[in-house]
């Protein structure tokens, strides 16, 4: 069987380490990276510490509109499976990376398969949940990560070829965690090493592109006592220099430049309470055990909410203080997102199509 695999975000880049390395025991793969993350930070580390091979085809699509991105995309990703002719395309997640796949394999001959197909978060303002809901709609193959996300697709009328695999990242992390517990570098360089600190993210252009929201957010996890640890995403240190709020923040927080994976759940591991708008890092906290306090009013996973381990406060000050000062915890024991062994599932759910 010939998969092509299409990535082009940081998420995205776990999940088909965890996928492509199943895949690849018995199987050919054709790797491609559209570039729509470009910066070496978020892209070009993940291949070189998670082991995944280098990519076969890197579009270097970059910047710009979620049109023009889309549209490139589209464009180069027809030829290329022309030129290759999979068995099956596999994307992932909800990118216009994702999309741009989705509607290119969709009129060609190969089955589309779709990785974490079903998520819903209810607010199409986002443009995430615009590629999530076409995706599952022009996608041949979808594989859920949960009952939930199962659910969702029925009621959109979508139960054929519904599969729940689990959660690929789920994987992902299992196969690295022991290696994170004993790599401790990060937190001496940063001078946290047994100390309580904050792990914050903040990207998603709702909170970045408001200078109030940001400014908020940012304020009042200065106001908290510990550490406030801030990777900082390039969008975000756009903004905060085009407000005129970096010198102020980098006096408050300690900013630092993205990190690799393996850091970067080392910091999740040892951090007093995840704060972050990204929906993979909800669940990397969930599945670590840490505390999650989500500067948004909705998400895509609801399982984290009502295992008590993750609280949804968007920019309000007093909620988000409440939080840092009351952090979530997880009280019930069940694994929504199943028991880590979603790439193999997904491995066996192709090899039957294949047939």
Known sequence: MKVLSIVGARPQFIKAFAVSQELRKQHQEVLVHTGQHYDEELSDVFFEVLGIPDPDYNLGVGSGSHGEQTAE???QLERLISDENPDVIILY???NSTLAGTIAGAKMDPAVAHVEAGLRSHNREMPEEVN???SDHASDILFAPSERAIDYLASEGISENVHNVGDVMY???LSVQEKALTQLSILSELNIEGEPYLLATVHRPRNTDNRDRLETILDTLAADERRVILPAHPRTVERLEQYGLRDTIEEKLTLIDPVGYLDFITLQINADVIVTDSGGIQKEAFF???PCVTLREETEWPETIDAGGNVLVGADRDAI????ANPPRTTSD????GDGNA??????VLERYGE
Not at 321 to 324: E, F, G, K, S, T
Not at 334 to 337: Q, R
Not at 343 to 348: E, L, P, Q
Request: zero cysteines; charged letters at 35%.
């Open 171 to 173: 994987d992902a992390l």
């Open 132 to 134: 999530r809901i076409l």
């Open 288 to 290: 670590l055990n840490v």
């Open 93 to 95: 997640g909800d990118t």
């Open 73 to 75: 995309m589209l464009t």
């Open 343 to 348: 790439a193999r599932k997904i491995r066996r």
């Open 321 to 324: 203080r409440d939080a840092l």
């Open 334 to 337: 069940t694994e929504p997102y």
